[in-house]
């Protein structure tokens, strides 16, 4: 059976954080705006229930948070219990309610969980994070890599169980990675051993990437991508050919800056260090 890794980013843009540096902050859908993404999620979720000789594993990327939203979670739990699929991953802020989780497969959910420092108590997303692991809910904790955010990084690593893993994303202004000194870098590293990973540009153009063959992005119409980053439409999944698109390809970008996009990159060699753990990011060692 092929297997398929699906990252959807359907029509939500709407989030209930106001973080300075996302384009999304703090705004509010109109009701006609949340009816099509229900719509357009629901179709996603039927199609995907229907690829029954594909072994898909499904990275819910939204721009804003989803898990507030009933449909999302509807979603995660009808998808957790399909026999297809390997598994269910969400980014999430941890803002919502849980108790729709005993409702899933716990098995087969994993989280790509942010700590937003200002826009929740720290003991309050502790207390999230407690249940996920009293639920045996697989997790990672982020946090981007700003100066302003260093004490909250260690004091996170501090209190979160060492068994969880808490990584951080070098920080970005328009794309541009913040230049940080070698102390604090090092500081980083020593909190978050792969900071290093995430802190570089990556020449990209020409070679070789697992996305467009074995991973692919796709929108709230079902148009296919290689991944976030190509804007090039490779076909659309609710057509019947779509797979004949999902063949080896190299990166048309000059680099890849983002864990979503590298880590498919052969050249990295990152698949070993991230093994089961890849969409989720959760590395067997750290």
């Known amino acids: 059976m092929k297997s398929l890794s699906v990252l959807y980013r359907g029509a939500l843009t709407s989030c209930n954080y106001s973080c300075s540096y996302c384009p999304f902050a703090k705004r509010i859908e109109t009701v006609e705006e ?8 629901t179709r996603f979720t039927e199609w995907a229930l229907a690829q029954q000789d594909l072994a898909l594993s499904l990275f819910f990327t939204p721009w804003g948070e989803a898990l507030v939203r009933t449909h ?27 108790d729709f989780l005993h409702e899933a497969n716990t098995e087969k959910i994993a989280l790509w969980v942010t700590y937003h420092p200002g826009e929740v108590e720290r003991e309050a997303f502790l207390q999230q994070c407690e249940r996920l692991i009293a639920m045996k809910v697989r997790f990672s904790v982020g946090i981007v890599g700003k100066p302003s955010h260093f004490a909250e990084i260690a004091q996170m690593r501090k209190d979160l169980p060492q068994e969880i893993y808490l990584w951080i994303n070098a920080y970005r202004g328009k794309s541009r990675l913040y230049p940080y000194t070698e102390e604090q870098t090092a500081y980083l590293s020593h909190i978050d051993p792969l900071f290093s990973i995430n802190a570089k540009d990556y020449p990209s153009r020409g070679k070789s990437c697992l996305t467009g063959e074995d991973v692919i992005s796709v929108d709230e119409h079902g148009t296919m991508f290689r991944c976030h980053f190509v804007s090039r439409p490779l076909g659309n999944i609710y057509q019947d050919n779509y797979r004949d698109q999902l063949k080896p390809r190299t990166c048309p970008r000059s680099s890849c800056y983002c864990h979503i996009g590298y880590v498919h990159m052969p050249e990295r060699e990152l698949y070993p260090q991230f093994e089961g753990g890849i969409l989720e990011r959760i590395p067997i060692r750290f």
């Open 72 to 98: 999302y979670q509807k979603a995660l739990v009808a998808l957790s219990h399909a026999p297809h699929v390997k598994k269910v991953v969400f980014q999430t802020n941890l803002s919502s309610r849980l």
């Open 34 to 41: 949340r009816e099509a993404d229900k719509q357009t999620l």
